[in-house]
């Protein structure tokens, strides 16, 4: 049985230096902690505040090049947890298949990680998926008492990932790799 998942926070995990995401499980006090990169972290947060760039970004490209197949992400699946990974599928619709309308063959399932399945599915609004099995592997109960010390580390990591830093970053970076061109 798949259960919905809410994305409640993006923080930084301070004993590793690590971003994670945390994805509430509709109806439960549980949640489920998925560590992403930090790559992955700014795009995740730049989907959550709906911040587009001039140009797109790799996950922007990806959404692109679905689009321009005739298909569309119709929600996420994180389908299992092997050895402290996770992995998921992009779930897909083929929109060139129109003989029926919620025929099975028309869902094509692309393997991704589930950092890049969570920043597609925040971009594109989509639900995000997981097994009662990740959820017994993987899923953390949620205690009260720590959900204000877990806001704080949120806003504290948010307040760490400013778009114009990240903007500069990339500007400054084709700078110095124009010149080293030359």
């Not at 490209?61 to 389908?79: G, M, P, R």
């Not at 299992?80 to 129109?98: F, G, I, R």
């Not at 399945?117 to 009662?132: E, G, M």
């Not at 949620?142 to 990932?161: G, I, N």
Request: aromatic share 6%; proline share 4%.
């Amino acid at each position: 049985m798949l259960r919905e998942l809410k994305i409640k926070a993006l923080m930084l995990d301070r004993n590793h230096n690590t971003p994670v995401v945390i994805l509430e499980i509709e109806k439960s006090s549980m949640v489920l902690p998925i560590w992403i990169g930090s790559c992955e972290a700014m795009a995740l947060s730049l989907a959550l505040e709906n911040t587009d760039f001039p140009r797109p970004l790799t996950h922007d490209l990806l959404l692109n090049t679905i689009e321009a197949l005739d298909a569309q992400v119709v929600k996420v699946v994180i389908d299992s947890l092997k050895e402290n990974t996770y992995y998921a599928k992009l779930m897909l619709k083929d929109l060139a298949y129109a003989e029926i309308e919620d025929d099975p063959a028309s869902i094509i399932e692309i393997d991704c990680r589930p950092s890049d399945a969570i920043v597609i599915a925040a971009k594109k609004h989509v639900p995000i998926f997981t097994t009662d099995e990740v959820i017994i592997e993987g899923g953390v109960k949620m205690e009260d008492s720590t959900s204000k010390d877990e806001k704080e580390k949120f806003k504290d990591f948010v307040e760490h990932l400013k778009i114009d830093d990240f903007k500069n970053y990339f500007q400054n970076s084709r700078g110095e790799n124009d010149e080293s061109n030359e």
